[in-house]
């Protein structure tokens, strides 16, 4: 089945400081990725929407200059968070939609997920 | 704005019972998915549900949807302790790929 990785799995950081995340699509292409953030014991929040090419499109109240994403190929979307600070500490999973080809319908494949710890 | 709920938020249940999570959304949808999660992991898909009236079974786990009711239920059967994770339903509106995620169940099957 399709494949989507995270790197990095998990990572601590210091407060101000930038970390990025990647969301690969292993054996098919995305034009499409999706990063949600996940706070313990909660449900998925959509952050924004990846688009190949293009701009991002950011849900409301996402702050689209401390949250840098960028979709620079059909296979890889990337994550910055900017001067985090410990509020940020999350879970940050991506998915892709579907695969080419495959009906609108078809289910969406999630990364492992990035567990950021801001201290 | 679409909204998605799902009760109870917290199940905890004896092995060998039956019960049944319910997932209710305000808009109309063309989609609906069950997803698993185990803690500190990402979501495994259970079930895609398309159509109203579709059923899906897989193990002692039994997916439907009813769109006129806009209700979705995940119906767990004789339960075992390997199904304690964390249920979510998500919801997708015709024409948008975005998915809408329920509050999710947390369910924690005894002995």
């Known amino acids: 089945g399709a494949v989507v990785s995270q790197h990095p799995s998990w990572v601590i950081c210091k407060s101000g400081t930038s970390v990025k995340i990647e969301c690969r699509s292993l054996?098919?292409?995305?034009?499409?990725m999706f990063w949600y953030r996940q706070f313990p014991k909660q449900s998925l929040m959509l952050m924004a929407t990846s688009n190949e090419g293009s701009k991002a499109t950011y849900e409301q109240g996402v702050e689209k200059d401390k949250f840098l994403i960028n979709h620079a190929s059909l296979t890889l979307s990337t994550l910055t968070v900017t001067s985090a600070h410990p509020e940020d500490s999350s879970f940050y999973i991506c998915?892709?939609?579907?695969?080419?080809?495959?009906?609108?319908?078809?289910?969406?494949?999630f990364g492992p997920g990035t567990r950021l710890t801001v201290l | 704005e679409l909204k998605v709920e799902q009760n109870p938020l917290f199940l905890s249940m004896q092995e060998g019972k039956n019960y049944t999570i319910y997932c209710n959304y305000s808009?109309?949808?063309?989609?609906l998915y069950w997803y698993r999660q185990d803690p500190g992991k990402s979501l495994e898909s259970l079930f895609v549900?398309?159509?109203?009236?579709a059923v899906k079974q897989e193990g002692r786990l039994m997916a439907s949807l009813d769109t006129k009711a806009r209700l979705s239920t995940l119906h767990i059967t004789a339960a075992v302790h390997d199904l304690s994770a964390t249920y979510f339903c998500?919801?997708?509106?015709?024409?948008?790929?975005?998915?809408?995620f329920g509050t999710g169940t947390r369910l924690t099957i005894i002995p």
């Open positions: 808009t109309t949808s063309d989609r």
């Open positions: 998500a919801v997708g509106i015709l024409g948008n790929e975005k998915l809408t």
């Open positions: 549900l398309l159509s109203n009236g």
């Open positions: 998915s892709a939609p579907k695969l080419a080809g495959a009906p609108s319908t078809d289910t969406q494949y």
């Open positions: 054996d098919f292409q995305a034009t499409t």
